[in-house]
């Protein structure tokens, strides 16, 4: 008889969840996914059910990986709110199963894993492509993400100067007074991203809110807002001039509105880049545009569910 399953809230995930131990892991995964073998990873393209009521979407993101023996989905519900709404932009609960018997082992919060494993591939792309002369980080946005971009990205690098960009200015002093070091807050996204070696946008943007005007030559722009084939964060000439990485090129050609729209190459997967068939142009300027993977969901759930487990023996 399958066992009940573990619930594992938001703070136990918070207290679980490293990035030291999430991203060699996270790696790994992109390598997998991007040798196309399905006796590693199976993964569709995640399905989307619209809410119109309620201006949004509903997310479900299967993935298996045979030899790690890791069947999850990760359910989320996605919003387009106003500026001044107080409700969550996203929602999710991600299952672990047991692939062999079909029952669930674990339901855990999805929230810190999204927003750790986002920020964690970022990181990824800016090891593999950011010039190693970096000195100035900009990030647009202050929600969750911002956060865990911000944290992960001092974590592992050193910035002389972060800067951070909000369309509230209220928000964005507050965001800036929840970190760790100083930074410096930008009242337009020019001032923001000139003479920026890294940017991150994780705005709610559907319309382009970074212009290639502004970006410095072999500046690096890891883009993880407008996640929807209309939606766009960056304009065509960013998109255009710039190498364009991405997490998934399926997943690029069908849900990046900053893609799609602008009709920019797609040149490499980073899990290309990682097993060596593609090569990182750190000295152009690049994008690393972002959707998110349900094989990054899986490894790092299996990855808190094995912490727990740890945890737990020692009680």
């Not at 996605?78 to 709404?85: A, L």
């Not at 996203?90 to 079909?102: H, I, K, R, Y």
């Not at 900053?258 to 152009?284: N, Q, Y």
Request: aromatic share 8%; glycine share 6%.
């Amino acid at each position: 008889m399958a066992e009940i399953p573990i619930i594992i809230w938001k703070e136990e995930v918070e207290h679980l969840l490293h990035y030291k131990d999430l991203i060699p892991r996270l790696e790994v995964a992109l390598e997998k996914f991007s040798r196309k073998d399905s006796a590693e990873v199976i993964q569709p393209v995640r399905s989307s059910v619209p809410l119109p009521k309620y201006n949004g979407f509903l997310l479900t993101m299967p993935a298996y990986m045979e030899h790690e023996g890791i069947l999850c989905t990760k359910m989320v519900c996605f919003y387009k709110r106003n500026n001044d709404s107080t409700l969550p932009s996203t929602q999710a609960t991600v299952l672990l199963f047991d692939p062999e018997c079909g029952n669930v082992k674990a339901v855990m919060d999805g929230q810190v894993i999204t927003a750790m494993r986002t920020a964690a591939v970022s990181a990824i792309s800016a090891k593999l492509l950011m010039s190693s002369e970096a000195q100035v980080l900009t990030i647009l946005g202050t929600g969750h993400q911002a956060l865990s971009h911000y944290n992960v990205f001092t974590e592992m690098f050193t910035f002389k100067e972060v800067r951070v960009w909000s369309r509230s200015e209220e928000r964005a002093g507050r965001f800036s007074l929840s970190l760790r070091g100083p930074v410096t807050v930008c009242s337009s996204v020019e001032e923001a991203v000139r003479g920026a070696d890294v940017i991150v946008t994780v705005t709610r943007a559907t319309e382009p809110v970074l212009f290639g005007r502004w970006v410095k030559p072999g500046a690096h722009v890891a883009a993880v807002g407008a996640c929807r084939p209309d939606w766009r964060e960056l304009d065509d000439d960013l998109m255009k001039e710039a190498v364009v990485y991405v997490d998934s090129k399926e997943g690029a050609a069908t849900e990046s509105g900053d893609v799609i729209l602008s009709g920019a190459e797609v040149f490499a997967e980073l899990g290309e880049v990682l097993i060596g068939t593609r090569p990182a142009h750190r000295e152009k300027t690049t994008v690393f545009k972002s959707l998110g993977m349900a094989v990054q969901d899986a490894v790092s759930a299996k990855l808190v569910f094995d912490q727990w487990k740890t945890k737990d023996s020692q009680r």
